[in-house]
């Protein structure tokens, strides 16, 4: 599972680095330039950013409406008890949903504004045991690894979600019995191109004693040895059926097997915790974005904005030559 992740990953590098550059043009950074001249203009044209936080806002007043996120629709004849069924399962939901899930509302939040950039995003929505409630969960596109040949996540042989976790958080689940107890060392995030991107704009860098520990859930289909799907006379079938299988990628020690599906379940369907948010259907199973799409008109907005801010400073600075014995008042040239 490690050597799949590890060429999953680098499979798609090509989409990490287009993506990271991507992110430059969102111009949360200002750039000191030296080149073609000391003080040269370091502006990025925000016709980028401006059109992420308008889709943002636009999207998140259509998804969570003041009324709640959740309305009810009554399928087949419509009688009074139905309506008033539907109406208490909506009211139930809305109420679940913004006053019990803390988490919905800042993590949708946030995707929406992932979501036009990267073109992909997803929500992990599972029953956490520790919090004993229902979950959804962001999820960046980076930190969801699939195979080359995926099409879409029902028919995915191998979800790969990358997990930060901390030693303690980890220590309960341990102590709780939802992993192993085995000693697993905590390390430093890998630092890949996206991630050493986003750093860079918030400003932000590890420091020496940032140690969480890295998990990897994977998702997968499996045919493992004594628990092998057998036909009806008890012969083993071949069959690889579901499992969620979470390793620790810090030493590699397997943290917990469990079976993704559900045990009176004859078919051994997969119980699908992961759903995909496209902002535009791409050519494969990534979505495509506003980075793909407006990228290179946002680039040639930002070289001609500092051309033209940069030809207004040199045709406004001094000019002249300095001879022997001058004598300024300072040191500026």
């Not at 899930?101 to 995003?121: N, W």
């Not at 997990?163 to 430093?188: C, H, T």
């Not at 012969?235 to 499992?243: A, F, N, Q, S």
């Not at 500092?306 to 030559?321: E, K, V």
Request: hydrophobic share 35%; aromatic share 10%; glycine share 8%.
């Amino acid at each position: 599972l490690l050597g799949e992740f590890d060429a999953n990953k680098s499979g798609r590098q090509d989409w990490e680095d287009a993506y990271a550059n991507g992110l430059e043009l969102l111009g949360f950074t200002y750039e000191e330039r030296t080149q073609p001249f000391r003080g040269a203009s370091g502006v990025t044209h925000p016709l980028l950013a401006e059109a992420a936080t308008q889709f943002q806002a636009q999207a998140f007043n259509e998804l969570l409406p003041a009324s709640g996120p959740v309305r009810t629709t009554v399928l087949g004849s419509e009688t009074h008890e139905k309506q008033q069924q539907a109406q208490r399962v909506g009211h139930f939901m809305n109420y679940y949903i913004t006053c019990i899930m803390e988490e919905y509302t800042p993590e949708l939040d946030q995707m929406l504004f992932y979501l036009p950039l990267a073109g992909s995003t997803f929500k992990k929505v599972y029953y956490d045991e520790t919090l004993g409630r229902a979950v959804s969960k962001f999820i960046a596109a980076e930190h969801l690894v699939v195979p080359y040949e995926t099409s879409d996540l029902e028919t995915c042989p191998n979800i790969t979600q990358v997990l930060r976790m901390s030693l303690n958080e980890l220590r309960k689940k341990q102590i709780g019995g939802f992993y192993i107890d085995i000693p697993v060392i905590p390390a430093q995030e890998e630092s890949g191109s996206i991630s050493s991107e986003v750093d860079r704009i918030d400003g932000m860098s590890p420091s020496q004693i940032d140690y969480d520990c890295t998990l990897l859930e994977c998702h997968v289909d499996l045919d493992l040895e004594g628990y092998e799907e057998k036909d009806d006379e008890g012969e083993p079938t071949g069959i690889k059926i579901p499992y969620i299988v979470t390793i620790s990628q810090d030493n590699g020690q397997v943290l917990a097997i469990r079976r993704n599906y559900r045990e009176e379940d004859e078919k051994k369907r997969k119980i699908q915790y992961f759903v995909h948010y496209k902002f535009l259907p791409g050519f494969g199973f990534y979505g495509l974005g506003l980075i793909h799409t407006i990228g290179g008109l946002s680039r040639t907005a930002t070289a001609a904005l500092r051309q033209l801010i940069d030809a207004g400073t040199l045709s406004n600075l001094p000019a002249g030559f300095k001879a022997r014995g001058l004598r300024i008042r300072d040191d500026d040239d």
